[in-house]
């Protein structure tokens, strides 16, 4: 309260998180107008607690809605950069040195998800050695292992040049926007990026945090499909990725769901209620 009354703001945004939830509640009770933005598919606690007194309630996906008891909920999206939804599938494919075959991007976040990397391995090799798709895939930092997994299990990485195995992946918007295919988490900023570029997708939520709800949000509007960790093997991964390619024209259809789902204009739409408020 001392905070906000030396700083005498004009308004108070939290995104979520228990860090922002005294915050904005003392910003509540001292009168200051106040804005949530809910990022996720299913809210998180602090959010649902504010809800009630915000002045506005920003949803990044229209699935949150009816968890908040209040009327000022405002659908705006999820800010994206701007290098993600500009970048070019065919100048993206030439820079990264692509052919036309598909490609597929997989990631499981800058720290690596090891039964990721695990479920992955197989689908590698079997690129490697069959040459059927193009293959991105980042490791992470704790996946360090991997290269050595895969070299065991005959993927000879320096030879197979459809094969991109690396630790980071920190030319992303390339890499998502050459893709015809994305393995990966199921993370709300995540999965406003897939619906910007309009990407097939293949999730696999962390156990650990509320992303079934994100990946079901695209998964019941056919924009996705989903694994689950407990079920992910190398085999279904692999079965899966098959499946879709089989199928003439599934992972394009796949690829428009997931654009119909994308808000490119997030920024503008949160700036404007901003300055509505403020006056």
Known sequence: KRLIQEFKPDI??????????????AAIKLGVPSVIHEQNAFPGMTNKMLAKQATKVLLAVEDARQ??????????????????IRADKRVSRAKLGLDSRPVILSFGGSLG?????????????????????????????????????????????????????????NDMPDCLAAADLV?????AITLSELQA????SILIPSPNVAENHNAMAMVNRDAAMIIEEKDLTSQLLCKTVEDLFAKTGRVEEMAANAKKMAIVDANERIYKIIKDIVG
Request: glycine residues 16%; hydrophobic residues 35%; aromatic residues 8%.
């Open 183 to 187: 393995i990966c988490r199921a993370g």
């Open 67 to 84: 968890y908040f008891e209040t009327d000022q909920c405002v659908l705006t999206g999820n800010p994206v950069r701007q290098e993600i």
């Open 113 to 169: 998800a090891r039964n990721m990397n695990e479920g992955m391995a197989d689908l590698l090799v079997q690129s490697g050695k069959t040459g059927q798709f193009q293959h991105i895939h980042g490791y992470g930092q704790y996946g360090k292992w991997l290269p050595d997994l895969l070299g065991k299990k005959g993927l000879n990485l320096k030879l197979a040049k459809n094969i991109d195995v690396r630790e980071y992946i």
């Open 12 to 25: 108070c945004i939290g995104t979520g998180g228990y860090v922002s939830g005294p915050v904005i509640r």
């Open 197 to 200: 570029q309009g990407k097939a």
